[in-house]
């Protein structure tokens, strides 16, 4: 009996020979591009089936971009050039799996009632765990713990250090309950994934409470109550936690100690994230357009209808989403309009809050990314510190010109 894994190779060699028919049909024109001050800088097609299988998860980081399928395989891909770097499948097709999470140098998947470690930049599979319960969310790391939002409201803190530990002994996943640290438990399940500051870990409940605890003995910091549900998933910008919730409000709240920095009215209910780039916080209520404002007051910039959301943003423009499926370039200092790309036919958008780069996907795996023309080098958002050093090239130095008067005795012709 063939295992996935093993059909991988044979699978990615069929995509190869039918993607660049496939491409030519799908990709924006280079015309297209340069009405608008685009390129393309890659495509590519991730690893999967597309006859029983359709793009989950498009998970977008500095380095690598990931595509993850309904049925368990992830594709890995290097950010800026578009190479292929791996393909893996992770437990049963026919599990569930939730977007993975990357640290320097691992991806955390969950997928069933299983966490898998995948080295990032090789694909190597590190480690297996069994979860102690049902996962609603994707997992949340920091440097010592992966924190798990269970659907009967429990939040789990692992141990990395065990779990390595464990590891190495081969006793995962049979002992995976030694690796737990702690367990929260909150009135109704976990409505988003957690969100890890390196303290403390942060997360939502259904029941409309948001909870901070300290990372090491789950010690309870501040709670935060609404009259309704939270509605989207948390946004955190270094310091600052921004949520959503039912009674149409968008709330700025301190990291450190639950204060209300500001509130702001949409109006309408919001089901996506808050978006932080920079000084500006995007949101997009239900039909609600675009809301740009302040991360320091919450002061509205400017609104924007029609759009549902935030694809992009480079420090002049803003890529979102209209109702129409269309590609909308914003000014970003007014929310006027530039243009409009009709692609539709990338039905799969993952906003990326992370860089400049633009990065559109069809169900089927078909993948490309764009970019600001002559924009050789992306702007990190999120992570600044992280991004590559660029060599700086002086020009070289004309020689110097001899001197017609010959240098008198214990004096130089250098200037």
């Known amino acids: 009996m063939f295992s996935m894994r093993s059909l991988l190779p044979a699978m990615a060699c069929l995509l190869l020979a039918t993607s660049s028919t496939y491409a030519q049909r799908k990709l924006p024109s280079p ?3 340069t009405q608008h001050g685009l390129e393309q800088a890659w495509w590519n097609q991730a690893t999967l089936d597309p006859s029983s299988e359709k793009v989950r998860h498009l998970v977008i980081s500095e380095d690598i971009i990931f595509v993850q399928s309904t049925g368990g395989v992830v594709t890995a ?5 578009g190479k292929k770097l791996w393909a893996i499948q992770l437990g049963r097709r026919d599990q569930p799996n939730q977007a993975l999470v990357v640290n320097n140098e691992v991806a955390f998947v969950v997928v069933g009632t299983s966490l898998y470690a995948i080295e990032k930049r090789t694909g190597k599979s590190l480690w297996q765990i069994k979860l102690p319960g049902a996962p609603a969310t994707s997992p949340a790391v920091d440097k010592f713990r992966v924190y798990l939002g269970m659907r009967d409201g429990s939040v789990y803190a692992l141990n ?9 002994k081969r006793l995962l996943p049979q002992y995976s309950h030694l690796t737990v640290v702690w367990r929260y438990k909150a009135p109704l399940g976990i409505s988003s994934q957690p969100i890890a500051t390196g303290a403390s870990v942060n997360f939502a409940s259904r029941s409309g409470s948001l909870y901070a605890v300290d990372g090491p003995d789950r010690k309870l910091r501040f709670q935060f109550e609404t009259n309704k549900p939270i509605s989207a998933p948390l946004a955190f910008d270094g310091k600052y936690l921004y949520m959503a919730a039912q009674d149409f409000n968008l709330y700025c709240i301190d990291g450190r100690n639950g204060a209300v920095r500001w509130q702001f009215s949409t ?3 919001t089901f996506r994230s808050a978006r932080v780039i920079g000084d500006d916080v995007f949101v997009m209520p239900a039909r609600g357009g675009m809301h740009c404002l302040t991360t320091l007051s919450g002061r509205e910039r400017w609104w924007r209808p029609k759009i549902v959301d935030l694809l992009a943003v480079t420090p002049t423009t803003v890529f979102a989403s209209d109702l129409g499926g269309n590609v909308v370039l914003l000014s970003r200092n007014n929310g006027s309009v530039r243009g409009a790309l009709p692609l539709r036919q990338y039905d799969f958008r993952q906003p990326n809050d992370r860089t400049d780069r633009l990065y559109l996907a069809t169900t089927s795996g078909l993948i490309v990314c764009l970019r600001e023309k002559g924009r050789e080098f992306p702007i990190y958002h999120a992570n600044p510190e992280n991004r590559p050093i660029i060599p700086e090239f002086t020009p070289d130095e004309e020689p110097a010109v001899p001197s017609d008067t010959p240098p008198q005795p214990g004096t130089s012709n250098k200037q």
Do not use: T
């Not at 891909?77 to 050039?81: C, K, L, T």
């Open 31 to 33: 015309r297209m591009l």
């Open 160 to 168: 990395l250090k065990k779990i390595n530990e464990l590891y190495e």
């Open 77 to 81: 891909f290097d950010a800026e050039s």
């Open 267 to 269: 109006g309408l209910p």
